[in-house]
């Protein structure tokens, strides 16, 4: 069974730094697309950030140039640079793993990243 278990969330002031971590585990097979998405109160889950087991990555416009994305294949982990934090980006940051074989997207429970002005 495939679980998907982030870590690293937290309280932190703008201006500053968190690191999410992601693992994904539970299957022979490999992930292809491993990320992270984002809820806020009263929004709807939207993209952060994504990268390929190719190295692919794709970010969403609100965090070019303050986000990182990053994996370890071999590690099925993914993790998350965030620099630069600002208010807007608190939310549930979700941890998703997309797996060719079915076509299926594994998620996270999520963790929780609050930024104070």
């Known amino acids: 069974q495939v679980q998907v278990v982030e870590s690293g969330g937290g309280l932190v002031q703008a201006g500053g730094s968190l690191r999410l971590s992601c693992v994904a585990s539970?299957?022979?097979?490999?992930?292809?697309?491993m990320g992270w998405y984002r809820q806020a109160p009263g929004k709807q889950r939207e993209l952060v950030a994504t990268?390929?087991?190719?190295?692919?990555?794709n970010y969403a416009d609100s965090v070019k140039g303050r986000f990182n994305v990053s994996r370890d294949n071999a590690k099925n982990t993914v993790f998350l640079q965030m620099n630069s934090l600002k208010p807007e980006d608190t939310a549930v940051y979700y941890c998703?793993?997309?797996?060719?074989?079915?076509?299926?997207?594994?998620w996270g429970q999520g963790t929780q990243v609050t930024v104070s002005s």
């Open positions: 998703a793993a997309f797996q060719p074989l079915g076509g299926r997207w594994f």
């Open positions: 539970g299957s022979i097979f490999s992930f292809n697309t």
């Open positions: 990268t390929t087991s190719g190295g692919t990555t």
